[in-house]
């Protein structure tokens, strides 16, 4: 999403929180989880007696890429797994829910014109596409393929993405990455949104073994795992935004990335990591060059959530957690 395009949508009566731009210092670690915790937590999720139930949509449509490998991957390691997202690309529509009819022009010419509103891959009934909105394509999903697959019963989770380029700070709101999420949230089901600084659009057919995608996808499955290690996965209508950075030499393989609790918004009242560091704003620590995943506590108003729930997410998501300052 541009900035240029970003600035002429209106927000309506929305308070949004001052957006302070600063140039961050280089990124310095006051304390950080010790042991292999995310091991850990991979041991205790593959000893499930029931798989998950995760439904995975987007918003740059279902025949992206990064959205097929974090299908995948999820399947991999034993989930329970639907895939529910748009015909076409649908960046930039935030929690607009609108449905577009038969389909004509779909992604990577994945679809043929003329074909239903509505329909999925002859090969894998899982994957599904909806011609219509981020947030009408999880709506279908939620509503009608969990009837198809899970007897009615909703998802235990909703993953949305990994975006193509970064939802930070005001971007949220027109995301429709973080519409899918916050959506899910709303609707009583755990959900995140994750997006990935790498700008480069791609179908399915260009997955490579060990690209951007299968690295954010691996970032992606360690924060689920963690979040679904153990009951009540999230607080009410609250969803995770999870920002990764742009891989680079220093910065290749899931092992060099660091995962930090962070705000959407600067001015937003922040808990303390330690007592020596605050948490930062998500934009500062993508900003700061370094292996740092950001991970924000989002409300149902797309907003920060109050300290008090931060504290409960955070304690959540410790194990895997590290503490930094940028």
Known sequence: MSPSLFCTLAVGALAIPSIVLAIPAPATFDSQITGNAAAAVDRSVKARATPIKILVGNDDGWAEANLRQLYADAQQAGNDVVLSAGA????????????????????????????????????????????????????????????????????????????????????????????????????????????????????????????????????????TNQVTSSASFLPSQVSLNVNFPKPSANCSNAADYKYVFTTIYPSSTAIKCTESVKTPAEADVIASGACLVSISAMGSDKLDVDPATQTTVFNKLKPILSCVNV
Do not use: C
Not at 88 to 101: A, E, F, H, W
């Open 88 to 223: 076409k690309n649908g960046s930039g529509l935030g929690s607009l829910d609108v449905l577009y009819g038969t389909v004509s022009g779909a992604e990577y010419s994945s679809i043929p014109d003329g074909a239903p509103e509505v329909g999925f891959n002859q090969t894998d009934p899982r994957l599904n596409y909806v011609n219509g909105t981020p947030v009408a394509t999880i709506a279908n999903g939620l509503n009608e393929l969990t009837k198809k697959f899970w007897n009615g019963a909703k998802p235990d989770i909703v993953l949305s993405g990994p975006n193509v380029g970064s939802n930070l700070g005001a971007v949220t709101l027109i995301s429709g990455t973080v519409g899918v999420a916050n959506y899910a949230a709303k609707q009583g089901v755990p959900a995140i949104a994750f997006s990935g600084g790498d700008s480069g659009n791609r179908p399915w057919t260009a997955l490579q073994p060990g690209d951007v995608s299968h690295l954010y996808s691996q970032l992606a499955m360690t924060i």
